[in-house]
């Protein structure tokens, strides 16, 4: 069975960090692109950035999380990271990691696997 548990999430000032992870199981983690999504409430999935399967390019961050986010991931450990920093209020939603194999996209329904999220919010 595959499984993909995110981990991490919580209550943060806006400026405060946070590493996301999300450990998977059941599949061959280093052939698989891993994307993190995120959704907050009225809005629609939001790809935030993926990585490749084992040589860790990344793809673009969007100019929302663009400087501020970074993701990387352990073969070893079969877990993908996003590191979080200087958070603000907008970054407030639930965050997914999903995997496809080989490479990643960034539309979340050609994902083939999917987390239970980690709730994310930024609140003074």
């Known amino acids: 069975q595959v499984q993909l548990v995110e981990s991490g999430g919580g209550l943060v000032q806006p400026g405060g960090s946070l590493r996301l992870s999300c450990a998977t199981s059941?599949?061959?983690?280093?052939?698989?692109?891993m994307g993190w999504f995120r959704q907050a409430p009225g809005k629609e999935r939001e790809f935030v950035v993926a990585?490749?399967?084992?040589?860790?390019?990344?793809?673009e961050y969007p100019s929302s999380v663009k400087g501020r986010f970074t993701i990387s991931r352990d073969n070893a450990k079969n877990t993908v990271y996003l590191q979080m920093n200087s958070l603000k209020q907008e970054d407030t939603a639930r965050y997914y990691c999903?995997?496809?194999?080989?490479?990643?996209?960034?539309?979340?329904?050609?994902?083939?696997?999917w987390g239970q999220g980690t709730q994310v919010t930024v609140s003074s």
């Open positions: 999903a995997a496809r194999k080989l490479y990643w996209r960034r539309s979340w329904s050609d994902y083939e696997y």
């Open positions: 059941g599949l061959a983690f280093s052939t698989y692109a």
């Open positions: 990585i490749n399967t084992v040589n860790g390019v990344s793809s």
